[in-house]
């Protein structure tokens, strides 16, 4: 059974950092995209950052260049999203995603084939 777990969400202040990590489990994804999405209260889900296999290529939503960054470590089936800087739109369930195609960059909610459970990122004004 392939499962993704996130990790690190909770409360900052603005201004504030946190690191979330994605463990992946069950499926070696490092020939796959994996991606950070988040979904605030009352709103759509958004792709925040996306990480191609090699770990080459990224992508992020335009708010968050510059405060955040996507790695990932394919030794340990795993990827990481560093934000800095946070603000109080910054609030939201994080997802991790992957796609279970190989080689190729995916930043689309509906090309993930697999999905964690999300975890929360609240930031304080």
């Known amino acids: 059974q392939v499962q993704l777990t996130e990790s690190g969400g909770g409360l900052v202040q603005a201004g504030g950092s946190l690191r979330l990590s994605c463990a992946a489990s069950?499926?070696?994804?490092?020939?796959?995209?994996m991606a950070w999405f988040r979904q605030a209260p009352g709103k759509e889900r958004e792709l925040v950052a996306v990480?191609?296999?090699?770990?080459?290529?990224?992508d992020y939503l335009d708010s968050v260049k510059g405060r955040f960054t996507v790695s990932r470590d394919s030794t340990k089936n795993a990827a990481y999203l560093q934000m800095n800087s946070l603000k109080p739109e910054d609030t939201a369930v994080y997802y991790c995603?992957?796609?279970?195609?190989?080689?190729?960059?995916?930043?689309?909610?509906?090309?993930?084939?697999?999905w964690g459970k999300g975890t929360l990122v609240t930031v304080s004004s």
């Open positions: 995603a992957a796609d279970s195609a190989a080689y190729v960059l995916d930043r689309s909610a509906s090309s993930m084939d697999y």
């Open positions: 069950g499926r070696v994804f490092s020939r796959n995209t």
């Open positions: 990480i191609d296999w090699s770990g080459s290529a990224t």
